[in-house]
């Protein structure tokens, strides 16, 4: 290798040359560019972070729902403070000595070399007198922000609130300083880097009075602000607004899905607030008394809370059972009641007529034949084969599964399966006869209204869904591409026939129990459900879809503590579906009485 | 009589050098973080106490690396190789996103990124193949294996979306240079990789990159070995050391696209010139045709980024090369970190003093930008002082190198000083606005645990293998 030995000079000679750059480089920023020096005595340089202004929020008719409106806070940095005449700032404030220390206190514990809020919100004639003496404040600056303002009260759970960062998140996340609104809940929280745009920087000369000079090095070292971009929403505001004032008074949720392509048309979580409480300077107190009302007014019902789904489950069970061939379309079960409960109907010939009487028997004994396979000799073995099946096919309908709607605090739900048994009661402790109430929608399934909803526009889709979503456009950008592709259930389309057959009879046939969900002229589909409370009154559930031949919309209506499916839950959603497919209502006395019934939680 | 002596044979002025730069490290991280509120010096909340964790545990490290015998790196080289791969391949499934790039593992408080320790075993592997005697630059199997060592750590990185780690492996050009690579392919790779980095800055360095590359075609199309091929190589190189001054001070500059173009068809017209006195017509024409379509592409693509492309598209394209961790907008951090770099001067405003760093107008301060709080604080001479100490200890291993019996332990130290290298110039030429923000550490000095352990390993190896130069390895 002898003849590669002078190589060495040669790489010595590269590196050096790169060294030099750089050393040229450094003498040249440290010496002779003069433009950088900032002596430490005297802060000849501001910079102002410029906010770029929040994207606003529109329906999906483009109807605005949230816009800005300015405001200012006192910032102070400690470290930058010097000796200055406090009592005239208590003047200028409104407060007086004791209080400005300690918010004094509150700063310096955040941070001394860092911006935090010393007085938040300041109004106009505070901000007008204020900006003539700032410059004998050394160290307290100004800084814009904006608040929301809603054109309306409705949907708060859906739009979120913005509030301060606090330092947890401040650590963990450069782009923020002290001070900085973020988005808390709801869509505000989950497309933040899309509402907040980026933040830019001007600096400034300022002169030893703190007075602006002009701008630094003409703006050569400034960074521009992005203004965030507009969200557009799925929700239909005005059936949102009918959906909340049908719940007013009671408490649960309304889910209303387009199943042609995932959209949430309607998002009623009740009780719900109006979200302005949360803008501005009694924002931590109204957050408070929302936080401990005993209605629990900030849980989003529809997303977050998880049910036992009733008879509406009963569908699902009827579509595994035809799907894994252990029931025919015209299977026929007589309706004993040694089994379980039931009301008195005609007989059930076939799944059709047995969805339609909602007969608790046939269901116990689909669910039999689907947990009990005959596979293994011991029922404790077959009953955890055959739920294990059971539970593979029915999570493929939207169970057991956190849809990422563009909304925080998505609930999963819960199927129970063989491992949650076997930990409850131990393995082979367990057979049909332990969990046979999971077939009527009992015990321990729990299922988010969002979830019961979509699961009825898989129905009406014949087999498949797309993810549901509440965000349609982002600024000009359309959403998420996977927002718009078919997602196909483990299920065959063929089965799906009989089991809408068996809804169009729950609504529209005698002996039906949707039957308060009629619209005349149109076929609606829907199927109740009455879910027993161990803890008071029972729940009242109705999901239903329409028109049959070509579903526009998928809906789910959960309220607490209402008796009944077909009482409360099947009315509100067939007002809310004339509402959205007609924009008239037919029966404007039934809409009244729901309007004025209250219906108190019991807990 | 080997291990009664191994102290007295280690290099005690490289050991030097390292201990020093570890503390000025842990000085500038303690400054980059301080605040009054901190009581104690070893607050293992804070990142200088928890810098003091890790300076222990890698002098610990660099003993248990003196103590192994030599033989174990030549013997276990593709062993560890294999392990770093596995690594890699381990964090693209177990790993956790950090500033959109998955490389790192997490256990419990604690994150390792494998990328520093492969860093070390490509060395080791890289070594062993060059140094086997049937090894040779004539031969196509020797370049596949060679190829092979480099470019899968490098894809599996770049996967990782950790475009910053995955260049610092081109730096290892340098060892293939040494080791009798041809000098003309070297320039070339050399040329390309500076170009890269630089186009990672800004758009039009992009085009620069075209025009290279059109350069480099008709390079190879000529015969190397004519005079004229030689005069065009020649001029190509001064056009592109223009190309670089023009660039680097460009501030001064308002038409920065303008005199990249006049210097471009300067350079060109003469070498066609040149070449029209002594040789070929054919090429000359050729060459003449690629000018022009090179041309009318810079200026087009330049038109279409600037004028035709949305903001949003525009970002796409630089978030493609790379530049994705800054928070406040493109150019943000680096304006910021030359604004502290040059609010120092020659002395500096004295330890704990900096106020552009203290006040977190730098970000990343106590890792990639460490360098700026150095520069605030203590000046040129600082900054100088640094360099200065990295230049000699590079400098050192090579010259030691080159004194190595074995070809293993003369290659290992090559890759050594090169790695070293790549991550200096790019470091601190980041933070002075010279090369673009890629993340990469600053040897020995950066806050953070895997990379002051990878760096110690590294270098101690070759340490190590130096002070059992005497003994033959195969
Ligand atoms: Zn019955």
């Given at each position: 290798?002898?003849?590669?030995?002078?190589?060495?000079?040669y790489?010595?000679?590269?590196?050096?040359f790169?060294?030099?750059?750089i050393?040229?480089?450094?003498?040249?920023?440290?010496?002779?560019?003069?433009?950088?020096?900032?002596s430490?005595?005297?802060?000849?340089?501001?910079?102002?972070?410029?906010?770029?202004?929040?994207?606003?929020?529109?329906?999906?008719?483009?109807n605005?729902?949230?816009?800005?409106?300015?405001?200012y806070?006192?910032?102070?940095i400690?470290?930058?403070?010097?000796?200055?005449?406090?009592l005239?700032?208590?003047?200028d404030?409104?407060?007086?000595?004791?209080?400005?220390?300690?918010?004094?206190?509150?700063?310096?514990?955040?941070?001394?070399?860092?911006?935090?809020?010393?007085?938040?919100q300041?109004?106009?004639?505070?901000?007008?007198?204020?900006?003539?003496?700032?410059?004998?404040?050394?160290?307290?600056?100004?800084?814009?922000?904006?608040l929301?303002?809603?054109?309306?009260?409705?949907?708060a759970?859906?739009?979120?609130?913005?509030?301060?960062?606090?330092?947890e998140?401040?650590?963990?996340?450069?782009?923020?300083?002290g001070?900085?609104?973020?988005?808390?809940?709801?869509v505000?929280?989950?497309?933040?880097?899309?509402?907040?745009?980026?933040k830019?920087?001007?600096?400034?000369?300022?002169?030893?009075?703190?007075?602006?000079?002009?701008?630094y090095?003409?703006?050569?070292?400034?960074?521009?602000?992005?203004?965030?971009?507009?969200?557009?929403?799925?929700?239909?505001?005005?059936?949102?607004?009918?959906?909340?004032?049908?719940?007013?008074?009671?408490?649960?949720?309304?889910?209303a899905?387009?199943?042609?392509?995932?959209?949430?048309l309607?998002?009623?979580?009740?009780?719900?607030y109006?979200?302005?409480?949360?803008?501005g300077?009694?924002?931590?107190?109204?957050?408070?008394?929302?936080?401990?009302?005993?209605?629990?007014?900030?849980?989003?019902?529809?997303?977050?809370?998880?049910?036992?789904?009733?008879?509406?489950?009963?569908?699902?069970?009827?579509?595994?059972g035809?799907?894994?061939?252990?029931?025919?379309?015209?299977?026929?079960?007589?309706?004993d009641?040694?089994?379980?409960?039931c009301?008195?109907h005609?007989?059930?010939?076939?799944?059709?007529?047995?969805?339609?009487?909602?007969?608790?028997?046939?269901?116990?004994?689909?669910?039999?034949?689907?947990?009990q396979?005959?596979?293994?000799?011991?029922?404790?073995?077959?009953?955890?084969?055959?739920?294990?099946?059971?539970?593979?096919?029915?999570?493929?309908?939207?169970?057991?599964?956190?849809?990422?709607i563009?909304?925080?605090?998505?609930?999963?739900?819960?199927?129970p399966?063989?491992?949650?048994?076997?930990?409850?009661?131990?393995?082979?402790?367990?057979?049909f006869?332990?969990?046979y109430?999971?077939?009527?929608g009992?015990?321990?399934?729990?299922?988010s209204?969002?979830?019961?909803?979509n699961?009825?526009?898989?129905?009406?889709?014949?087999?498949?869904?797309?993810n549901?979503h509440?965000?349609?456009?982002?600024?000009?950008?359309?959403?998420?591409?996977?927002?718009y592709?078919?997602?196909?259930?483990?299920?065959?389309?063929?089965?799906?026939?009989v089991?809408?057959?068996?809804?169009?009879?729950?609504?529209?046939?005698?002996?039906?129990?949707?039957?308060?969900?009629?619209?005349?002229?149109?076929?609606?589909?829907?199927k109740?459900?009455?879910?027993?409370?161990?803890h008071?009154?029972?729940?009242?559930?109705?999901?239903?879809?329409?028109?049959?031949?070509?579903?526009?919309?998928?809906?789910?209506?959960?309220?607490?503590?209402?008796?009944?499916?077909?009482?409360?839950?099947?009315?509100?959603?067939?007002?809310?579906m004339?509402?959205?497919?007609?924009?008239?209502?037919?029966?404007?006395?039934?809409?009244k009485?729901?309007?004025?019934?209250?219906?108190?939680?019991e807990? | 009589?080997?291990?009664?002596?191994?102290?007295?044979?280690?290099?005690?002025?490289?050991?030097?050098?390292?201990?020093?730069?570890?503390?000025?490290?842990?000085?500038?991280?303690?400054?980059?973080?301080?605040?009054?509120?901190?009581?104690?010096?070893?607050?293992?909340?804070?990142?200088?106490?928890?810098?003091?964790?890790?300076?222990?545990?890698?002098?610990?490290?660099?003993?248990?690396?003196?103590?192994?015998?030599?033989?174990?790196?030549?013997?276990?080289?593709?062993?560890?190789?294999?392990?770093?791969?596995?690594?890699?391949?381990?964090?693209?499934?177990?790993?956790?996103?950090?500033?959109?790039?998955?490389s790192?593992?997490?256990?419990?408080?604690?994150?390792?990124?494998?990328?520093e320790?492969?860093?070390?075993t490509?060395c080791?592997?890289?070594?062993?193949?060059?140094?086997?005697?049937?090894?040779?630059?004539?031969?196509?199997?020797?370049?596949?294996?060679?190829?092979?060592?480099?470019?899968?750590?490098?894809?599996?990185?770049?996967?990782?979306?950790?475009?910053?780690?995955?260049?610092?492996?081109?730096?290892?050009?340098?060892?293939?240079?040494?080791?009798?690579?041809?000098?003309?392919?070297?320039?070339t790779?050399?040329?390309?990789?500076?170009?890269?980095?630089l186009?990672?800055?800004?758009?039009l360095?992009?085009?620069?990159?075209?025009?290279?590359?059109?350069?480099?075609v008709?390079?190879?199309?000529?015969?190397?070995?004519?005079?004229q091929?030689?005069?065009?190589?020649?001029?190509?190189?001064?056009?592109?050391?223009?190309?670089?001054?023009?660039?680097?001070?460009?501030?001064?500059?308002?038409?920065?696209?303008?005199?990249?173009?006049?210097?471009?068809?300067?350079?060109?017209?003469?070498?066609?010139l040149?070449?029209?006195f002594?040789?070929?017509?054919?090429?000359?024409?050729?060459?003449?045709?690629?000018l022009?379509?090179?041309?009318?592409?810079?200026?087009?693509?330049?038109?279409?980024?600037?004028n035709i492309l949305?903001?949003?598209?525009?970002?796409?394209?630089?978030?493609?090369?790379?530049?994705?961790?800054d928070?406040?907008?493109?150019?943000?951090?680096?304006?910021?970190?030359?604004?502290?770099?040059?609010?120092?001067?020659?002395?500096g405003?004295?330890?704990?003093?900096?106020?552009?760093?203290?006040?977190?107008?730098?970000?990343?301060?106590?890792?990639?930008?460490?360098?700026?709080?150095?520069?605030?604080?203590?000046?040129?001479?600082?900054?100088?002082?640094?360099?200065?100490l990295?230049?000699?200890?590079?400098?050192?291993?090579?010259?030691?190198?080159?004194?190595?019996?074995?070809?293993?332990?003369?290659?290992?130290?090559?890759?050594?000083?090169?790695?070293?290298?790549?991550?200096?110039?790019?470091?601190?030429?980041?933070?002075?606005?010279?090369?673009?923000?890629?993340?990469?550490?600053?040897?020995?000095?950066?806050?953070?645990?895997?990379?002051?352990?990878?760096?110690?390993?590294?270098?101690?190896?070759?340490?190590?293998?130096?002070?059992?130069?005497t003994?033959?390895l195969?």
């Open positions: 290798m002898k003849k590669y030995d002078n190589r060495k000079y790489i010595s000679a590269i590196i050096l790169f060294i030099f750059v050393v040229f480089k450094l003498i040249n920023l440290q010496i002779f560019d003069e433009s950088l020096k900032i430490a005595e005297n802060n000849s340089q501001r910079r102002i972070t410029e906010y770029p202004a929040r994207g606003l929020i529109y329906d999906r008719y483009g605005l729902l949230v816009y800005n409106e300015a405001a806070d006192l910032m102070l400690p470290r930058k403070m010097k000796e200055f005449d406090t005239s700032l208590c003047r404030l409104n407060i007086d000595i004791s209080d400005f220390y300690a918010r004094l206190e509150k700063c310096i514990s955040f941070s001394s070399f860092r911006p935090s809020v010393f007085y938040k300041i109004t106009a004639q505070q901000y007008s007198t204020l900006q003539e003496h700032l410059f004998k404040y050394p160290g307290f600056f100004v800084q814009n922000r904006t929301r303002k809603y054109t309306s009260s409705l949907g759970h859906i739009l979120g609130d913005i509030g301060e960062i606090d330092k998140t401040l650590e963990k996340n450069p782009y923020y300083t001070g900085d609104y973020i988005g808390k809940s709801g505000e929280k989950y497309y933040e880097t899309v509402l907040r745009g980026k830019g920087v001007k600096i400034f000369l300022v002169d030893v009075h703190n007075n602006i000079q002009g701008s090095m003409n703006g050569k070292y400034d960074t521009l602000a992005i203004p965030g971009k507009d969200l557009y929403l799925t929700i239909d505001s005005a059936l949102q607004a009918y959906g909340e004032r049908l719940m007013k008074n009671k408490v649960g949720s309304i889910v899905i387009d199943p042609n392509n995932g959209e949430i309607a998002l009623v979580s009740s009780p719900t109006d979200p302005q409480l949360l803008v300077r009694n924002r931590g107190k109204n957050y408070d008394s929302l936080l401990n009302a005993k209605s629990k007014p900030l849980i989003n019902r529809a997303i977050s809370s998880t049910y036992p789904p009733g008879s509406i489950f009963k569908i699902a069970q009827a579509l595994v035809l799907q894994e061939g252990v029931l025919k379309p015209n299977t026929f079960y007589p309706c009641v040694s089994l379980v409960g009301h008195g005609p007989p059930a010939q076939g799944v059709a007529r047995a969805i339609q009487y909602s007969c608790n028997p046939y269901f116990y004994m689909v669910f039999r034949s689907l947990v396979r005959k596979i293994e000799k011991s029922i404790f073995k077959d009953s955890r084969i055959g739920l294990q099946l059971w539970k593979e096919k029915i999570t493929g309908l939207g169970f057991d599964k956190a849809f990422d563009g909304l925080p605090g998505v609930n999963k739900g819960q199927i399966g063989p491992d949650y048994y076997d930990r409850k009661y131990g393995k082979y402790r367990w057979a006869s332990t969990i109430s999971l077939g009527i009992q015990g321990e399934v729990l299922v209204p969002l979830q019961m909803a699961f009825c526009a898989i129905i009406a889709n014949k087999g498949y869904y797309y549901p509440i965000v349609k456009q982002i600024g000009t950008d359309s959403v998420d591409r996977k927002n592709m078919k997602i196909f259930t483990p299920f065959d389309k063929k089965h799906f026939d089991i809408i057959e068996g809804m169009e009879y729950a609504v529209n046939e005698d002996y039906g129990t949707g039957r308060n969900a009629i619209i005349s002229g149109m076929r609606v589909c829907g109740t459900g009455t879910v027993q409370n161990p008071g009154k029972d729940h009242s559930v109705f999901i239903a879809f329409a028109p049959k031949d070509e579903p526009k919309i998928a809906i789910a209506v959960y309220v607490e503590n209402a008796g009944f499916g077909g009482v409360w839950a099947a009315p509100i959603a067939r007002l809310m004339e509402k959205y497919l007609l924009d008239s209502i037919i029966d404007p006395d039934i809409e009485i729901i309007f004025e019934t209250k219906i108190d939680a807990q | 009589m080997q291990n009664s002596s191994i102290f007295k044979r280690l290099d005690w002025i490289s050991i030097l050098i390292y201990l020093l730069l570890v503390l000025i490290g842990w000085v500038n991280i303690y400054s980059a973080v301080y605040e009054e509120s901190h009581s104690s010096i070893i607050d293992l909340s804070q990142k200088y106490g928890k810098q003091l964790i890790w300076i222990g545990a890698a002098l610990l490290l660099a003993l248990v690396i003196l103590i192994i015998d030599s033989k174990f790196y030549t013997s276990f080289a593709y062993v560890l190789y294999a392990v770093g791969i596995l690594l890699l391949f381990a964090v693209l499934i177990f790993g956790i996103e950090i500033n959109a790039s998955k790192w593992f997490q256990f419990g408080t604690f994150r390792m990124q494998p990328v320790f492969t860093k070390i490509v080791l592997a890289l070594a062993q193949t060059m140094s086997s005697r049937f090894f040779s630059f004539n031969e196509i199997k020797s370049i596949i294996k060679i190829g092979i060592i480099l470019f899968l750590p490098i894809l599996l990185i770049f996967i990782q979306n950790d475009t910053g780690s995955a260049l610092v492996f081109f730096a290892f050009i340098f060892v293939l240079y040494r080791e009798g690579m041809s000098k003309e392919l070297f320039f790779g050399f040329v390309l990789i500076v170009l890269f980095l186009a990672m800055l800004t758009n360095e992009i085009l620069l990159l075209v025009v290279l590359i059109a350069s480099v008709i390079y190879i199309i000529s015969n190397t070995r004519t005079l091929a030689r005069i065009m190589l020649y001029l190509f190189l001064l056009y592109s050391s223009l190309s670089l001054i023009f660039y680097f001070y460009s501030d001064i500059f308002t038409e920065k696209l303008l005199l990249l173009i006049i210097i471009n068809i300067t350079i060109n017209l003469l070498t066609m040149i070449l029209y002594t040789s070929r017509k054919k090429i000359i024409l050729l060459y003449f045709l690629i022009l379509g090179v041309s009318a592409f810079v200026l087009s693509a330049d038109y279409i980024f600037n949305q903001p949003h598209q525009q970002n796409r394209i630089t978030e493609f090369l790379g530049i994705t961790d928070p406040l907008g493109i150019g943000y951090n680096v304006n910021q970190s030359k604004i502290a770099i040059g609010s120092g001067g020659l002395t405003k004295g330890f704990l003093q900096g106020t552009q760093t203290k006040y977190n107008f730098v970000p990343e301060q106590s890792t990639d930008f460490i360098f700026c709080t150095i520069g605030e604080e203590w000046g040129l001479i600082g900054s100088l002082t640094v360099i200065t990295y230049t000699f200890l590079i400098l050192r291993i090579i010259f030691r190198s080159e004194k190595q019996r074995t070809s293993f332990s003369r290659i290992y130290g090559y890759g050594v000083a090169s790695i070293l290298f790549f991550h200096v110039a790019v470091n601190i030429g980041m933070t002075v606005g010279l090369t673009p923000v890629v993340g990469i550490p600053l040897p020995f000095l950066s806050y953070g645990g895997s990379s002051l352990w990878a760096f110690t390993i590294l270098l101690f190896i070759f340490i190590k293998l130096d002070s059992d130069r003994e033959n195969r």
